[in-house]
């Protein structure tokens, strides 16, 4: 087991900092001297080793991310779809610490008091410092639209910089370019740091990607700022798409990545980028480094323990996976009464790599490895999902995972580079895109990586905005492959897709009421669904209608449905800002339809 290290620099950080508990002061006074400092390129290192350890994505933001959208349902959900949000029930506008910003200025300031270092170094040191910045605003942009726009460390006495308004989301967005345009260019492509915890430029390359496929699609989709209710002052949805398209032909020609792919391993490659103990640096451009000795996850104990929110996926999912041979699932007249086994066999080895099918096994509490069902008392719909979690049940009992998660992955580019190509012609990808991109994608899957010749009238059914086959495909791609990687709901709201999130949760086809069902293809029951009392036979996990928790899609058959009343509207592509903001600087103003 290996153990990822962070150096003391934000705990350094903080001593030039002073925070107090409202947004304004949440914004610091400097402490220390920069001469103190800043004294020669270890210094800097040092600081910027706190950026890593402050800001980093945690484990369970990139585990459990998904868990918000239409293809995984939970116990509850989040409170945002579940209850009538006000501004006062917001709480993330400072949460995520206003005072990394001004960490992050601090340095870019002083920086150059340090001694002894060649300008390429300082320009890799500006461009990391940048990144972070870039990787704040984005954050905060996705989340509340129109932000205050800082990039130099405010005073605690300059009320009007303290005290302005919100800066446009158009300006904030464009700022966020020029830093990730500098970061992509002076962050440093040496070896020594591909290894490491540290931003790279190929780190920058790729989450540049991310943004301007993310700003590019969202300016098309919305046709106001959501901030403002207003048209955008500008079209600049080409500018971000052009952007992205860069960015990835960057890194796709220069860089040292690909994908994962030996023909032997097609059943269990992809699922191995999330429960190994060791990054796979062919294909993973930024992760997580855990172990079971210091920096551990706990997605095994979470996606197994019962009292925990049972994250599912939903029948949406799986009408997503393709079969083997590239047929649509979803062509089949019959597809939504297949029974389990039947819709797990021949389908995309994504399927079977990221929920449990038939010839699942799992070492159990005597340490026996056995074919497993899935136990039905830790999923809501009967697919459990097994993507990021160790097939041991001791990691589910100590909560104690050492397998390494992934942040950004080479695949994420391919597929960014897909859509900015289509988006930019017309909805049209190109045969040679295509083969650059989706195929390689599918065959390492199993299937085959052919472009369709029509469009998949189940998808064009799904989503409202787009009826290109090629969009619609790459929106397929995007679920299967980037499934519970914290993407799912930026995707639904920058296609403006957000009525998805009230989707039903449906799960596997029931074929009638007290006839058991066997789930593994072991011969032997695992589930009966009845009206009013659960049966005794042994080992089958019985779910009681009477209970209120589940019903059928058809009363005494169909698709066991599981279901928590969400909420949508349209004002919901962002969040409030927080009245305890408001409050104290009116000039914030709110986001438009938040006038609560």
């Not at 290996?2 to 003391?8: A, G, M, T, V």
């Not at 130099?152 to 020029?178: C, G, N, W």
């Not at 990221?354 to 159990?364: A, D, K, L």
């Amino acid at each position: 087991m290996k153990k990822i290290i962070f150096l003391s620099g934000a705990a350094l950080a903080l001593t030039l900092a002073t925070a107090c508990d409202d947004f304004l002061t949440k914004i610091p006074e400097a402490k220390l001297d920069a001469e103190t400092f800043f004294s020669d390129e270890k210094s800097l290192e040092l600081y910027a080793n706190g950026f890593v350890e402050n800001m980093t994505p945690s484990a369970e933001t990139l585990y459990r991310g998904d868990v918000t959208t239409d293809l995984i349902a939970t116990r509850n959900s989040s409170t945002f779809l579940t209850t009538e949000w006000t501004s006062s029930s917001q709480t993330g506008w400072s949460y995520g610490n206003w005072h990394d910003l001004f960490d992050i200025n601090y340095f870019l300031v002083h920086m150059h008091e340090a001694e002894g270092v060649s300008e390429e170094s300082f320009r890799h040191w500006e461009g990391v410092a940048r990144f972070w910045r870039a990787w704040f605003y984005y954050d905060k942009v996705r989340t509340f639209g129109a932000v205050p726009w800082y990039d130099t460390p405010i005073d605690a006495e300059d009320e009007a910089q303290l005290y302005k308004a919100r800066d446009s989301r158009e300006f904030v967005m464009r700022k966020v370019l020029e830093d990730l345009n500098f970061a992509a260019a002076n962050c440093s492509a040496d070896s020594k740091w591909l290894t490491t915890a540290m931003i790279h430029k190929w780190i920058a390359l790729a989450f540049k990607a991310r943004v301007c496929l993310f700003e590019g699609t969202y300016r098309k989709y919305h046709s106001v700022d959501p901030s403002t209710g207003q048209p955008w002052t500008s079209d600049e949805s080409e500018t971000y798409l052009n952007a992205c398209v860069d960015a990835c032909e960057e890194l796709m020609n220069e860089g040292p990545y690909s994908l994962v792919n030996n023909p032997a391993d097609v059943e269990t490659q992809y699922r191995s980028l999330f429960v190994s103990d060791e990054l796979n640096r062919q294909e993973v451009i930024w992760g997580r480094e855990c172990s079971t000795a210091a920096t551990y996850n706990s997605a095994t104990w979470e996606f197994n323990n019962q009292n925990s929110q049972c994250w599912s996926g939903t029948q949406n999912l799986m009408y997503m996976y393709l079969n083997l041979d590239g047929s649509r699932y979803t062509d089949d007249p019959d597809y939504v009464e297949k029974d389990f086994i039947t819709e797990c066999t021949n389908r995309d080895y994504r399927m079977k790599q990221s929920i449990v099918t038939p010839g699942y096994m799992r070492t159990n509490e005597t340490g026996e490895t056995v074919l497993t069902a899935p136990d039905m008392s830790r999923t809501l719909t009967g697919y459990k999902i097994i993507k990021w979690i160790l097939d041991d049940y001791k990691y589910e009992v100590g909560a104690l995972g050492y397998n390494d998660l992934p942040i950004l992955r080479y695949a994420e580019v391919l597929l960014n580079y897909a859509e900015a190509k289509a988006e930019l012609n017309g909805g049209v990808l190109t045969g040679e895109v295509w083969d650059k991109t989706i195929r390689p994608l599918r065959e390492r899957a199993g299937v085959s990586g052919d472009q369709p010749a029509t469009v998949d009238s189940w998808l064009a059914s799904y989503y409202t905005t787009t009826k290109s086959r090629d969009l619609l495909e790459i929106r397929r791609e995007r679920a299967v492959e980037l499934l519970l990687e914290d993407l799912r709901y930026d995707d639904l709201m920058r296609w403006h897709e957000g009525e998805l999130v009230k989707a039903p949760w449906e799960g596997i086809y029931i074929p009638a009421l007290d006839e058991p069902i066997d789930l593994n293809g072991d011969g032997e029951p695992d589930l009966c669904v009845t009206q009013t009392q659960a049966g005794s036979l042994a080992d089958v996990y019985y779910i009681v209608l009477a209970d209120g928790t589940y019903t059928l899609t058809d009363g005494t058959s169909g698709r066991l449905q599981y279901d928590v009343k969400r909420n949508w509207s349209e004002k919901m592509y962002l969040h409030p800002i927080p009245r305890t903001a408001t409050s104290v600087n009116p000039a914030l103003g709110q986001n438009y339809g938040w006038d609560n």
